[in-house]
Nanobody, 125 residues
Framework: VQLQASGGGLVQAGGSLRLSCVASGTTFNGYVMGWFRQAPGKEREFVAAIRWSGGNTRYRDSSEARFTISKNSFKSTVYLQMNSLKPEDTAVYYC???????????????????WGQGTLVTVSS
């Protein structure tokens, strides 16, 4: 399984970005695809996740209103649309894949076995 994240960059507060994660190496049926982020000096935290088959989603409570996770199965790509960005959203964003992760554990990075390289999002005030 290979994951390639892209779409990060520098944006002003209030702006938007769409991150992409191209997945390859398997059919991904049975996988949960997650987005996590890690700010400087902080632990990695859950942002959102989506089940590849079925499209169920879950969000970190504080990001649910501003962020949207989606997927395009034909392109084997998972997206994270981020709106109304704040300086505190500044972080390296990682996409991850985990097989057969139950919903109650979607927030746990330890349940994901494959990780992309990360893409940096910087939000200026």
């Amino acid at each position: 399984v290979q994951l390639q994240a892209s779409g990060g960059g520098l944006v002003q507060a209030g702006g938007s970005l769409r991150l992409s994660c191209v997945a390859s190496g398997t059919t991904f049926n049975g996988y949960v695809m997650g987005w996590f982020r890690q700010a400087p000096g902080k632990e990695r935290e859950f942002v959102a996740a989506i089940r590849w088959s079925g499209g169920n989603t879950r969000y970190r409570d504080s990001s649910e209103a501003r962020f949207t996770i989606s997927k395009n199965s034909f392109k084997s790509t998972v997206y994270l649309q981020m709106n109304s960005l704040k300086p505190e959203d500044t972080a390296v964003y990682y996409c991850a894949a985990g097989y057969d992760v139950i919903y109650s554990w979607w927030h746990d990075s330890n349940k994901y076995t494959n990780w992309g390289q990360g893409t940096l999002v910087t939000v200026s005030s």
